[in-house]
Every structure is written in C-alpha cells, then in structure tokens.
C-alpha cells in the first residue's frame, strides 16, 4: 500500500478523492470542447482525455483500492456508521465494474468518443447519416464488449448492462414494462388535443428575441431559482448540457434560439435543475460515493421538475411576466398572462426531443430506447438507423422525418458512447412528478409561491431530500423514502391531464 494515512477509513476516502481530482479534469477539457475549443485541437485533446481515462481507470480497478476497501470492509467498528458503510457499498460496486474493464478498452472508448463526438457533429450539420455510421459502428463494438465485461445479468440481456451505469439495477424488460402502458395514455391524450376545440394563444414563441437578451432572462431565471452563479457559470453549445469539476464549480450550457425564447428558457431551468442538484451535493464528502448524484434518473428529476413543474406552470409566469419588460424589451408587456402560459404549453408533435412540450416527450425516448436495444442487441445494424428511426416517428408521432439532421443524428449521446441512457429521461419525468406531489403536500401554498417569486422553499426541500444524500440510497429508496410510496407513471398522468385537458377544453 503506498498512501499513507492513519486508518485505512481515511486512506481510502483520499484514494477515492485523488481518483477524481484527476477525473473532474477530463469534465474541465469535456466542457472545453463544447464551449471553447478550435476545430483544431481535437486530436490533442482526444489523447488527453484517453489518457486521463486510462490513469483514472488504472487507479479505480487497482489492487491498492481493492485493499482498502476490503480493510475498511472487515472492521466492525468503521461498518457501524450508516454513512460510512453506504459508502463503502457504492465504493465496492464501482470498484467491481471497474476490475471488469480492461484498461485497454477504456482508453479506446475515451478516444473514439472523443473523435466521434467531433464527426457527429459535421455530419449532423450536413444532414450526412453515412458519414456518422462507421463511427458509430466502431462505438457500438466497443460497448457490446463492454457490456460483454460487465457481464449480462441472468435472464436479461446486453443493453442491461450498459443501463446500470446510469440507473442502478435498470433492465431493458423494466423499462418496456414501464413505457408500454405509458405509451396508450400519451397517445390517448396526444389525440385528444390535436382534436380540441380550443387552442392555447401561441404568439409569443414566435417573439423574436435577440439572444444577448435572451442571455440575460436565462441568467436572471436561473439565479431566481437558486443556481448559485458563485459556484457555476452558463456558457453556450449547440448541445445544452451541465458539467463542471464540483459542487463549487458547476458549468452549464444552453443554446438560443432568436426566434423562440421559450427554448433557450425550456433548456436554461433544464440545465439549472441539474446544476442545482450538483450544488447541493456535500462539499465535505466530494470526491466519494456520498457527494455524488445517485442516478441520471433522478438527476433528471431534478432538471424536468425545474422545467416543467415550475417552468411550465401558470404561477410561473405569473412572476416572470414581470421580468419581462425589463430583460427582453418593454414590448415583451403586450403579451397577456394567458398568452404566456399558453404559450410554455402548446402540445405538437415535432422532430426534436429537447424541443419537444412534456406530453409528447416521452415517445421521443421510447423511440430511442427501441432502437438502442436493437442496435445493442444485435437485431439492428448501424446502417438500419435512419429508416427505423423515422418509421418509428410515423408511428408513434405521425410525423415524416424530413432529414437525418431531424431524425437519428439530432443527438449527440450515441456519439459520446452512451447507449442505455436515454430512458433515465422517462424515469426522470416519472420521479419528477411523483416528487413534486410529495413537495406540494408537504408544502402547502408551494406553486403560489412561484408567483411571487418564491422558489427558495423548493430547492430547500430537494436538497435536504435528495442532494445532501448524495448515494447513500438507491433511486427506489429514495423515492420510497421520500414520497411514502413506490415509483408509479399516475403522478406524471395527473400532471399532463390535470393541466392539459383545462388548457385545451378537453
Ligand atoms: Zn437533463
């Protein structure tokens, strides 16, 4: 053992400390790429990153981590501490997945990645699928063997492999159960309000709004629902995402369109609820399993509550119409709160996800999530994409994808190496609601709050329930632990219908 420390508790706390001081910079040069990098630092930089994440892996699968954990593991007294023995369980759990992986494949995922995310992005840009695919080609290999090192858990298959790295003890069967009675209901309601006899007033999401001010609305909302721009900062890239190094240096992104405010605000709480969660992790316990977020599927809780729950209620804009004249031009006061609030609603089919209104959200993941488990699965080659990609939006959205950039290229996770991902987005909506019900009964008056301006009471309430913890409970836990009952898609149907039908006289 060559580190030093008085008891093997605190040796193994600096080991894992050490391992992401070193990880967290690949997050630095990740967001660098995104925001700021030259076309011409791509190779450079795809050797960085391959060899940080060759260091990081060597460090997390070592024998020396190992010993440690075992060390802390077998003694008694360090195991009696709740904390301490959660932290423990997560550490033993990365550490398996990590002795699975050979050092080899890591590097070559981090450097294809990192190549790929770069042709991904041309060849949406030129609408070229062709030039995507043997890219992607080369990404799936490398994840069925990873998959194939991590094992396939009895009875289930590849893509359940990969799915637990985002959302512990998620499987593809799990997820079909979850979005196959999910799918009928949106669909039931999606129809209803194609047919309604009433429309929400829409003119202001063809307000033109020039994007220093929409930068500015995007700043002041943030900051109004708690991001701490002390400890973050909002930069812009063609993909909205959040990253940063730590709790104290949280770097999020979104992107603007002149002509619709509402998107670059949709995406500005999205990316904000992520970076609150990350904020509220425990700057003491930073660096192990207990100052991290537990699931993608709860951080996305987080970012879809911020934008949805709050983003797209009517209390909401009851407050931001105030805001308005100030930051997008006093013109912006012609429009009516009923107008505003119409216009956050509006439900139509479309071609983008992170474009897409709350009902038909879900049909976009569950197109992806087919498809990955497919492609994963080996029912579906590379080449296959486009034309099951847009049979599926015919299908499910009755719409005719025009081009790839619309379609199968307009996200980039595929090209990151990420497959199995894409359903923490559903998930996420469903703890998003069943959560913010739990909130609102604890609360009472919460929503009215939002109309003056009072967010500070919700973000207190998910960070001692949900961020301080960090992984100290499973996501079922937590939800279990949080809101008294198991994880169930009525919360999600209540919200959509309870505010849809209304809005639309249906
Ligand atoms: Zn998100």
């Not at 479309?350 to 709350?358: L, M, Q, S, Y």
Request: aromatic share 8%; proline share 5%; glycine share 8%.
């Amino acid at each position: 053992m060559t580190t030093t420390a008085t008891n093997p508790l605190d040796a193994l706390v600096t080991h894992l400390q050490e391992t992401a001081l070193l990880s967290t910079s690949n997050n630095l040069l990740d967001w660098d790429q995104e925001t700021m990098m030259p076309g011409g630092g791509l190779e450079w930089r795809a050797r960085q990153q391959a060899l940080i994440a060759r260091m990081v892996h060597e460090r997390a699968s070592s024998l020396e981590r190992g010993d440690l954990i075992a060390a802390v593991e077998s003694n008694a007294k360090f195991m009696a501490e709740p904390q301490t023995a959660a932290l423990v369980r997560e550490a033993k759990r990365d550490y398996t997945k990590a002795t699975k992986l050979p050092s080899s494949l890591v590097e070559e995922m981090a450097k294809t990645s990192s190549m790929a995310k770069h042709e991904w992005a041309e060849a949406r840009a030129a609408s070229d699928f062709k030039r995507f695919a043997p890219w992607l080609e080369k990404l799936v290999g490398l994840l069925r063997a990873q998959a194939d090192c991590y094992g396939v858990p009895a009875g289930g298959e590849r893509w359940d492999a990969l799915a637990d790295l985002y959302e512990p003890g998620c499987t593809a069967k799990y997820v079909a159960g979850v979005f196959e009675p999910l799918r009928p209901r949106l669909q039931k309601l999606i129809a209803d309000i194609k047919s309604a006899p009433r429309k929400p007033a829409d003119g202001f999401n063809d307000y033109f709004v020039g994007i220093d001010q929409q930068e500015a609305l995007s700043k002041l909302v943030a900051q109004s629902i708690g991001f701490d721009f002390n400890r973050g900062r909002l930069d812009r890239s063609t993909h909205p995402f959040c990253g940063g190094t730590h709790c104290n240096d949280v770097r999020m992104t979104t992107r603007y369109n002149e002509r619709c405010v509402n998107d670059a605000l949709g995406s500005t709480m999205h990316e904000s609820g992520h970076g609150i969660y990350e904020q509220g992790l425990d700057f003491s316990r930073i660096g192990t399993p207990l100052g991290e977020s537990v699931s993608l599927g709860i951080h996305e809780s987080q970012s879809r509550m911020w934008e949805n729950q709050v983003g797209r209620s009517r209390a909401f804009w009851s407050w931001l119409a105030t805001k308005l004249p100030s930051t997008i031009g006093a013109d912006a006061s012609r429009f009516t709160l009923d107008e505003l609030y119409g216009a956050a609603n509006v439900v139509e089919p479309g071609f983008i996800r992170v474009e897409a209104d709350e009902a038909t959200y879900n049909l976009h993941v569950m197109v992806r999530f087919e498809i990955e488990r497919a492609v994963i699965g080996g029912s579906l080659e590379v080449a296959g994409i486009p034309s099951v990609w847009n049979k599926l939006y015919k299908d499910l959205l009755g719409l005719e994808v025009p081009d790839d950039r619309r379609g199968c290229l307009q996200d980039i996770h595929w090209s990151m190496g990420a497959m199995g991902y894409f359903p923490t987005y559903t998930l996420g909506n469903l703890y998003a609601s069943q959560l913010f019900e739990a909130a609102c009964e604890q609360m009472p008056g919460l929503v009215d709050g939002f109309s003056r301006g009072e967010f500070a009471g919700l973000k207190k309430w998910l960070n001692e329930n949900i961020h301080v913890h960090g992984r100290r409970y499973a996501p079922s836990e937590l939800v279990q632990r949080v809101t008294g009952k198991p994880l169930s898609a009525e919360p999600l149907m209540r919200h959509l219908e309870g505010k849809l039908r209304p809005l639309y006289g249906i």
